[in-house]
């Protein structure tokens, strides 16, 4: 089966970075669009930023000019630099991509089991 792995999460102080990966393996045909996502405890999980295959990239407002995300096709893998980190940045940080497997014919979603990011203040 498809995994999506994330690494990078820690504990840093507020106005410090942390840069995030997510490396997908297993029988991948094809990734369209990769992103991050964060839910922190008792809120609804939130886009934070996404990039299409063609590197096109969308963010949230409350992380725009902070965050950067970036895609290694070579690699499938996605990463997020987070720098100026807040303690509202606080969460649960997960990965998805949205991908056809190898010999298949439908694109579905795929989600990594997440990684903890704490912003001390």
């Known amino acids: 089966q498809v995994q999506l792995v994330e690494s990078g999460g820690g504990l840093v102080q507020a106005g410090g970075s942390l840069r995030l990966s997510c490396a997908a393996s297993?029988?991948?045909?094809?990734?369209?669009?990769m992103g991050w996502y964060r839910q922190a405890q008792g809120k609804q999980r939130e886009l934070v930023a996404t990039?299409?295959?063609?590197?096109?990239?969308n963010y949230a407002d409350s992380v725009k000019g902070r965050f950067t995300i970036s895609r290694d096709n070579t690699n499938n893998t996605v990463y997020l630099q987070m720098d100026s980190l807040k303690p509202e940045d606080t969460s649960v940080y997960y990965c998805?991509?949205?991908?056809?497997?190898?010999?298949?014919?439908?694109?579905?979603?795929?989600w990594g089991q997440g990684t903890q990011v704490t912003i001390s203040s």
């Open positions: 998805k991509a949205n991908l056809r497997v190898g010999g298949g014919d439908y694109y579905s979603d795929y």
């Open positions: 990039i299409t295959r063609g590197l096109t990239t």
């Open positions: 297993g029988s991948i045909g094809r990734i369209a669009t």
